[in-house]
């Protein structure tokens, strides 16, 4: 459903071919904060084409290369992108973060070694964070407020996760998680 949302709501800026499509995608590092299949963006026009979401505006033709498709958005298109943008709004998920099967079983971990990875995971999300620091820097100014709103909640996130961690780290450097006895 997101490629299919992510394609009509660019067409829904403006005409595009999916070469087009692709490089916005990644002008707007949508990779970072929507769920996107590689190689799934030409299958998907296909597929929005064959249920007249939309159509194709123009082929350009060049000697040097291949046919070039432009597509618009049609009347149909529109309203499915109405659709989708409501049950995208509406959609609830639980969120599963990669380490809490690992915290389940903590306790039976060596805790020098879990101490020394919680240390590089918090060194990699400080990394991530000023990554989002300098991508808000360079896109953020005039973007859609939409877009902003999502740089927004990543950094939050981004920090709190960061917070997170360095309990962790510091729980795991007081041996709260090492194995406890029970005779």
């Given at each position: 459903?997101?490629?299919?949302?992510?394609i009509?709501?660019l067409?829904?800026?403006?005409?595009?071919?999916?070469?087009?499509?692709?490089?916005v995608?990644?002008?707007?590092?949508?990779e970072h904060?929507?769920?996107?299949?590689?190689?799934?963006?030409?299958?998907?026009?296909e597929?929005?084409l064959?249920q007249?979401?939309?159509a194709v505006?123009e082929?350009v033709?060049?000697?040097t290369r291949?046919?070039?498709?432009?597509y618009?958005i049609?009347?149909k298109?529109k309203?499915?992108f109405?659709?989708l943008?409501?049950?995208?709004?509406?959609?609830?998920t639980n969120?599963?973060?990669?380490?809490y099967t690992?915290?389940?079983?903590i306790?039976?971990?060596?805790?020098?070694?879990?101490?020394n990875?919680?240390?590089?995971?918090?060194e990699?999300t400080?990394f991530?964070?000023?990554m989002?620091?300098?991508?808000y820097?360079?896109?953020?100014?005039?973007a859609?407020?939409g877009s902003?709103s999502?740089?927004?909640?990543?950094?939050?996130l981004?920090?709190?996760?960061?917070?997170?961690l360095?309990?962790?780290?510091?729980d795991?450097?007081d041996?709260?998680?090492?194995k406890k006895d029970?005779n």
């Amino acid at each position: 459903m997101a490629m299919k949302l992510v394609i009509l709501g660019l067409l829904m800026e403006g005409d595009k071919h999916p070469y087009e499509m692709q490089q916005v995608m990644q002008e707007r590092h949508m990779e970072h904060y929507i769920k996107l299949a590689k190689g799934s963006l030409y299958y998907a026009v296909e597929k929005l084409l064959k249920q007249e979401h939309i159509a194709v505006r123009e082929v350009v033709k060049d000697q040097t290369r291949p046919d070039k498709t432009i597509y618009y958005i049609t009347e149909k298109g529109k309203k499915t992108f109405q659709e989708l943008l409501k049950k995208q709004f509406q959609a609830e998920t639980n969120y599963y973060h990669p380490m809490y099967t690992a915290l389940a079983f903590i306790h039976l971990w060596d805790s020098d070694m879990i101490t020394n990875i919680l240390k590089e995971r918090i060194e990699h999300t400080k990394f991530q964070l000023e990554m989002l620091e300098r991508v808000y820097q360079l896109y953020g100014v005039g973007a859609p407020h939409g877009s902003v709103s999502i740089m927004e909640n990543a950094h939050e996130l981004c920090k709190v996760e960061l917070t997170w961690l360095e309990k962790l780290h510091q729980d795991a450097k007081d041996g709260l998680f090492e194995k406890k006895d029970r005779n």
